[in-house]
């Protein structure tokens, strides 16, 4: 039983934001999460690009077995689907295997090659957004790992947020941390990384959309370079 179903029958998911936002911000990755597996209990899951597996490794001490929902474009690289793998072998988790609902080569035959270089947002809206909206479905919240310095997008995020678009709650524990600090988890940790990252890409979407960096540069220049486009869209 969950504290949804004790503790506080009469309030909605948007009070318990705003209580949980005000509560926990500033506080440590682990109590957030342990704050969210007390909460909705089984109505909640991880999402996951597969860069790293730094979230999963933190929130599977708390809820070993927790879903991961994975979204599989059809345009990853191969390394992204490897560590998605070796993800599911390696830590007490549930991976979810996500899908669009058109294969790549359907949604060629129906708006043309090459949709990501010619609307990219579209592209971005029929295989990641749309299709984790579907999967998102079942739950009252999920873990996502986004970070207020990677984008200026993200800056103003809370530890606890009403995703409106989605009508659920999402819930954000790695928020506050610097890459310094992700680094030295990771490390200290022995986490599973994608090896892409060794190549010269700290930050890995799909292969047509991501570019390697030159040392120095924006972290996330290499993602849509030259499109003017700075998110997918599922944080949005």
Known sequence: MTLLETDRPTLDLEDIVESAATALEGAPSLEVIRWAAATFGDRICLTSSMSDAALIHLVSKVKPGIDVLFVDTGYHFAETIGTRDAVEAVYPVNVINVTPSRTVQEQESALGPRLFGRNPDLCCHLRKVEPLGRALEGYMAWFSGIRR????????????????????VKVNPILDWTQEQMDGYIEDNGVLVNPLHYDGYPS??????????????????????????TECGIHL
């Open 204 to 229: 890995i979407g799909c292969a047509p959309c991501t570019a390697p960096v030159a040392p120095g540069e924006d972290p996330r220049s290499g993602r849509w370079a030259g499109m003017g486009k």
């Open 149 to 168: 310095d990677e984008t200026a997008s993200r800056r103003d995020r809370r530890v606890v947020e009403w995703d409106r678009k989605r009508g659920m």
